[in-house]
Structures are given as structure tokens and as C-alpha cells.
């Protein structure tokens, strides 16, 4: 079975910059489809998540129109944000196996 390529990230960022491109680049190689999960945070345009989620879709989808984007609210229990991305993932590709990416510091 082909797996789907999933980044986690949030790409907090107002462009897309050479690391995310690399990763994004590094997965869609290896994979016939690729999506990219974004964390969304619930509180909009703080410091540390100042871009909501459709600004960094479009912004990723302006350099990766195949890439799949969908969102991930944040949840304060590992195990619970854990399962509510199986579900995503489940729900949005029945039957599918997945091999997940992030960057440092990441969850997974």
C-alpha cells in the first residue's frame, strides 16, 4: 500500500521559506499524495499564531496547488490532539496509511 506523505507544521510565517520548501519538496517526492496538516490555534492573531489558517492554505497552495491543507485545532492534551488527527486522516482518506513529518520540536 502507498502511503500518504503528512507534514504536521504551522508555518506561523508570512512566506514560505527555504526549510518549509525543503521539507515540502522532500515529501512530495516520495509520495503520490501529500497533505499538510496545520495546527490552528483558538486564539486568532496573537503573537506566537498571527496568520489564520486560510491565509497559510492560500499561501501554501500559491507554490503547491496538489498539496492537500486541512486543520488541526490545538488541543492542551497530547494523547487527545493525537486522536483527533487520526480522525482527520481516517475521515479524510478511509482506508489509507499515512507517514507523518514535522520539524524539530514537534509532537510526532
Known amino acids: 500500500m502507498k502511503l500518504i506523505g503528512v507534514i504536521i507544521a504551522r508555518f506561523q510565517s508570512p ?4 526549510g518549509h520548501r525543503i521539507l515540502i519538496d522532500s515529501v512530495t517526492r516520495h509520495h503520490n499524495k ?29 507554490y503547491y496547488p496538489d498539496v492537500v491543507v486541512l486543520p488541526l485545532p490545538d488541543h492542551p492534551l497530547d494523547n487527545k490532539w493525537s486522536q483527533n488527527l487520526d480522525n482527520l486522516l481516517s475521515n479524510a482518506f478511509p482506508g489509507a496509511g499515512f507517514k507523518l513529518y514535522g520539524i524539530r520540536n514537534s509532537f510526532i
Open 15 to 18: 512566506y514560505l521559506h527555504e
Open 34 to 62: 501529500t497533505v499538510i496538516v496545520l495546527g490552528v490555534s483558538p486564539v486568532l492573531g496573537s503573537r506566537k499564531n498571527p496568520l489564520d489558517f486560510h491565509t497559510r492554505e492560500k499561501m501554501i497552495k500559491q
